[in-house]
């Protein structure tokens, strides 16, 4: 259990080390990759752990120790993937444009990937990792291994508040983007009526068809100002600030929302394209 306790943490701490390396190689700069505000990425620590629980009776046998991990990462990537939009109503990631994959969750790419990683960790990190923790004395261990998993408790926590708070965000907008909706057509509608009024009264006093033209184009301003007030009502609230927001987002560039699908683009668009500018204006300024 003790060990394990470290592994998780050790291999999380890892796996968020290469999310912002291969993101840094990728796209020049520095973007904090995990799901998580702190270092670690969880998926990661629970891929490692379980492989390590799972395989090392086997890790002799190279072929079956590649296979198993692919089987093992895979399922726990998918369930992952699954877990999290299940609760919080987002995919985070999306692998449907790459061949041979499961519902975007997983391909095949990354689950090789993921087995050979897994054999470089077996055969030549986890050796000194075992040295590493077997020389840290045991009751400064576990109270390391507090610390740090209450820390974890704090982030998991915070994390949640965050995306909740946007989801809360987009269910807001998406009210105001109902509005809009329904008021465009409430405006169609009105639109169309006195149009047809105007039309049979074409032939009636002239007095009568000015005044009905004035009172569309009165329904027509009052209506585009109602319209516009909406809109900013809803901008408002997709551009509200709160922590952790854009570290999310910046985090997770393909995330993707069935049900606030235009919301969740706007907020996207707003705080990426913000960054893409200010990146171009300063190239050397750094990401933090």
């Known amino acids: 259990m003790y060990e394990y306790l470290w592994f998780f ?5 890892f796996g968020w080390c290469t ?12 973007v904090n990759r995990g799901f998580l505000n702190g270092p670690l990425c969880p998926v990661y620590g629970f891929g490692v752990a379980a492989v390590i629980s799972l395989l090392t009776p086997i890790q002799e046998n190279k072929w079956i120790l590649f296979i ?17 939009e299940m609760l919080f ?3 985070w990631w999306d692998y449907s444009d790459i061949p041979f994959n499961i519902k975007g969750y997983v391909c095949l790419k990354f689950s090789v990937l993921w087995g050979l990683a897994c054999l470089f960790v077996m055969e030549i990190v986890h050796p000194g990792i075992i ?29 949640a508040q965050t995306v909740l708070k946007i989801n809360k ?27 047809i009024k105007v039309a049979s009264r074409l032939e009636e006093s002239k007095k009568v068809t000015e005044e009905l033209k004035t009172n569309v184009l009165s329904n027509l ?4 100002e109602q319209l516009e007030n909406l809109k900013e009502q809803r901008d408002k609230i997709l551009s509200k600030n709160f922590f952790g927001k854009s570290r999310i987002i910046k985090a997770f ?3 993707s929302s069935s049900k606030y699908k235009q919301e969740l683009e706007h907020i996207k668009k707003k705080i990426i394209g913000t960054n893409q500018d200010e990146d171009n204006s300063d190239p050397d300024k750094p990401e933090l």
């Open 253 to 255: 560039p393909q995330i």
């Open 19 to 30: 999310e912002v390396a291969f993101a840094a190689v990728d796209l020049g700069k520095f």
């Open 221 to 224: 301003r009052s209506s585009k």
């Open 131 to 159: 040295h590493f923790i077997a020389v840290i004395p045991v009751k400064i261990g576990w109270g390391m291994l507090v610390i740090f998993y209450l820390i974890l408790l704090v982030d998991v926590i915070a994390t």
């Open 68 to 84: 198993g991990a692919v089987l093992v990462t895979t399922i726990i990537e998918f369930l992952t993937g699954w877990v999290l």
């Open 89 to 91: 109503k987002q995919r």
């Open 169 to 195: 965000q987009l269910e807001e907008a998406n009210k105001i983007a109902v509005k809009i909706h329904n008021f465009s057509d409430g405006i169609g509608k009105k639109i169309s009526t006195n149009s």
């Open 9 to 13: 943490i050790i291999y999380a701490f």
